[in-house]
Every structure is written in structure tokens, then in C-alpha cells.
């Protein structure tokens, strides 16, 4: 799963260099809508299959055709209000974007089903072949597309192909469910999937409102120079926080009687997570010129501020995603719909507020809303995962504590090799290779356990066996 999340933004950052400011405008505001399917389609009613301690071929075909439905229906909308939206956002080139990508939601509705099978059997390897042959196929016809100069339509080639591939590789690997009607199924599926739809479409405002309100007040171009910043504060939440996401939602529904291991993974997690986001992220916050420079190109240097705004936001998005796990495991979803208002209530009137001082008085709002959030989002996981908001505090001090002198030393190194023009990505290795080296001497130096916890819990969080139960006796496992 981490080598389909780098593929991703590979293949993001060459597209991105190879279509410039303006194009990738179009590209970006199309993926609020790639965005809004995935959120709806992935995220919601396949999780029951996962969630429901007895699954019956029952339960998988009314998921199955629910979701091929609604997929249906929002490739319908699409068609019919893409010029709407177009007009919006102000970007005019969008419409026929929006109806080529109509594809995409048919797709993923009738994959999900398929994908929650083997995410419920852990059977990662599986999941991890089909996601990554879809990821790499899907992004070299993009980049072939680009090459042909087709403009922002690449990124339309990208989307459907992968999910045209992926959509065949699941039904190899999971099967096709029958049809059928049940009852049973569907009111299931109405009490646990409805509010984690519910809290999803919440968390997906939230998340995407900023886009929609710079695309609207301060233009497409202005819409590029905060969407790739946002794409790199994602990093560290799509390759470890949804990453361990993944792996986490069907352990925490298999020993959802077991509180203690409910709480010991999950702090676990975060502990992890936390010992490679800080020092990274915090990293590209200090170098952001350099490396905004070294991946992107000098066009796209205005979006280093943002880059610098969001980096925080980053950290504590990625230390908070597991909680999603912990909701769905524990089939606690009411719980997570009811705590999405609050960001919403917050963070939106925050991106309004920074509309004053262009995209990175937006990324500065936004990073302080996350902030004055994020104790009281801890406080209601641990309310069901069973731990205090000082535990959360305890798991991620360590990285903490180690990263600050490291990004202090690089931020001297940065100083002084730019005012001796040094190229960007030469002050950018050595910045980060500063980082990484004071990191460790300082964590080996103060929590030589948990530096030693950390290197075996990154390679077996990346195989899933980190998080596995306990083989129960007699199973045969």
C-alpha cells in the first residue's frame, strides 16, 4: 500500500511539472471530484463488510448493488450539472473534464465490494498487487497522455484507466457477488454505513471547502499554488495514516471485545507514525524553498509559504486519521458522524478568514483551526478507544523531543549554503540528511527503546503483521 501511495504522487509530481500553474488548475479542481467519489463509494457502506463480525453472501450482494446504484446516479449528476459547476468554480475548461470522469464513480461502485472482501480477510498482498498494478498502469497512460500533449485531459486518462484496471484485478482476486434482496442486509447496512457516509461527506467539506473557496475568490492559477502544497501535506497522511488505516479497521473489528488491545494498538500506531511524520514533515516545512524547487520546478516557488503553512497540519492529521479505524472497528460510526460537525463548524469559517492574504493566509487558517481541534478530536477517540488525551501526548513526545534540535541544524545549513548559492537540491539533501542523522543520534541517545521499537515497527506495519490479533487457540493459524 506504501508503494501504491508513492506511485500516486510520482506520478502527481511529474504531471504537475509537466502541465505548469495554469493547466494543473483544471487538474486540481477536478480532483475535488475524484475526491468526493472516492468518499462516497470507498469510505462508507463497503466498511460493513468488513465491520460485521458474521458476514453472509447476503450481506455482500445488497453492498454490491447498493453501491453499483448510487455510483450509477452520481455518474448521472455529474453529466448533467458538469457545466454548473464549471461555472462556479470559474473554471470554464472543467465541464467536460467532469463528464469524462463520470466514469470514474461506476467503477469504483462496483469494486469496492471486492476490495473491503480482502481487506476483511487481511489479505494485504493481495490488495496491495491489484492497487499498485492499477496505480502504475493508470499513471504511465497519464504521463503518456501529457507527453502527447493532451493537457489536463492526462489526468482524466490516469483516473479511469486505473480504475477501469484496478476494477478488473478485484474481481480476479474477490470474485463477483450474486444479485439479491435482503432484508437483514440492507438494514445493516442502513445502521452502520448510513452515518459513516454521513460523517465521510462531512469530513470531505471540510477537508475540500478550501479548494472550492480559492478556485471561486482567488482564481485557477491561485487554485494550483495550494493544491500541490496540500498534496504534499498529504503525503505523510496517505502513506502512513491511511496506510495504517487500512490495516487497522479489520483488527479493531476482530478484537473489538478486547479494550486493552484496542487501546495498545492504537496507541501503538501513533506512536509509529508519529517517529517518521515529525522529523519528515517538519523537515520539508524548514526546506520548503528547496524542495519545492527540486520537485516541482522554480514555476511553481510561489507555493513554498503554503507548503510552510500546511506542514503542521500534516502532522497532526496523520497522528489523528487511525481514529476512523478505531470508530469503524468498534462500530461506533454514530460517534464519528457526530464529532465531523465540529471541524466543519470551525475550519470553514477559517478558510474565510485568510481569504485576505491570498492561498497562504488560507493554509494559515486552516493550520490554526487544526490545531485548536485536535486535542478535542483525541479526547473523543479515546472516550471509545479507551485512553486519556495525556497518553496520545506520552506516544508522541519522543519524536517530538528529537526532531526540534535535528530541524534546527538543518535550518542553519539552509541558511548558509543558499547565501552562498548553492542549487536547491543540493541545500536540499543536505538539509534533510542533517534532519535525518541529528533525528536519530538524538532518539538514540534519549529512547534507544524506542528508537529500536520504531525500525522493527515500520517493517512490519508495512506488511500488516504489525497489527495482526493474536492466532486464537485451535484456530490453525
Known sequence: MIVRQFGRLGFAVVLARLLGPTDFGVAAAATVYISLTAVLLEAGLSSSIVQKPELRPQDEGVTFWTLAAIGLAMAGVTVLFSDQIAAFLEVPDLGPVLIALAASPVLKGVSNVAAAKLQRGLRFRAMAITEIGGTLAGGVLGLVAAELGMRYWALVVQQVGTDLIVLVLWFAAAGLPRIVVDREALRYLRT?????????????????????????????????????????????????????????????????????????????????????????????????????????????????????????????????????????????????????????????????????????????????????????????????????????????????????????????????????????????????????????????????????????????LTTGKLLRPAPQPGSGE
Open 192 to 460: 452502520f454505513g448510513l452515518p459513516l457516509v454521513g460523517a465521510q461527506l462531512i469530513g470531505y467539506s471540510t477537508r475540500n471547502i478550501d479548494n472550492v473557496v480559492v478556485s471561486r475568490f482567488l482564481g485557477q492559477t491561485a487554485l494550483s499554488y495550494y493544491t500541490v502544497p496540500y498534496r504534499i501535506m498529504l503525503i505523510p497522511v496517505s502513506l502512513l495514516g491511511n496506510v495504517a488505516n487500512r490495516v487497522a479497521f479489520p483488527v479493531f473489528a476482530r478484537v473489538q471485545e478486547d479494550p486493552d488491545r484496542v487501546r495498545s494498538v492504537f496507541l501503538r500506531i501513533t506512536r509509529v507514525i508519529g517517529l517518521v511524520v515529525l522529523p519528515s514533515m517538519a523537515g520539508i516545512a524548514v526546506l520548503a524553498d528547496d524542495f519545492v524547487e527540486t520537485v516541482f520546478g522554480a514555476q511553481w516557488l510561489p507555493s513554498a509559504p503554503v507548503v510552510q503553512a500546511l506542514a503542521v497540519t500534516g502532522i497532526l492529521q496523520s497522528l489523528t486519521t487511525p481514529g476512523g479505524s478505531v470508530f469503524m472497528g468498534l462500530g461506533r460510526a454514530d460517534v464519528s458522524f457526530r464529532w465531523a460537525w465540529v471541524p466543519l463548524t470551525f475550519v470553514v469559517p477559517a478558510f474565510f478568514l485568510g481569504l485576505p492574504w491570498g492561498v497562504t493566509g488560507v493554509a494559515t487558517a486552516y493550520t490554526i483551526a487544526t490545531v485548536l481541534l485536535t486535542p478535542f478530536l483525541v479526547r473523543a477517540i479515546g472516550r471509545v478507544a479507551g485512553f486519556r488525551l495525556g497518553s496520545w501526548v506520552h506516544a508522541v513526545l519522543p519524536a517530538f523531543i528529537s526532531t526540534m534540535p535535528a530541524v534546527a541544524a538543518a535550518w542553519v545549513v539552509h541558511i548558509v549554503l543558499r547565501q552562498h548559492d548553492v542549487p536547491a537540491v543540493v541545500t536540499l539533501i543536505a538539509g534533510m540528511g542533517v534532519v535525518l542523522a541529528g533525528y536519530l543520534i538524538f532518539l538514540r541517545m534519549f529512547f534507544p527503546d524506542l528508537f529500536r521499537e520504531g525500525l522493527a515497527a515500520a517493517r512490519l
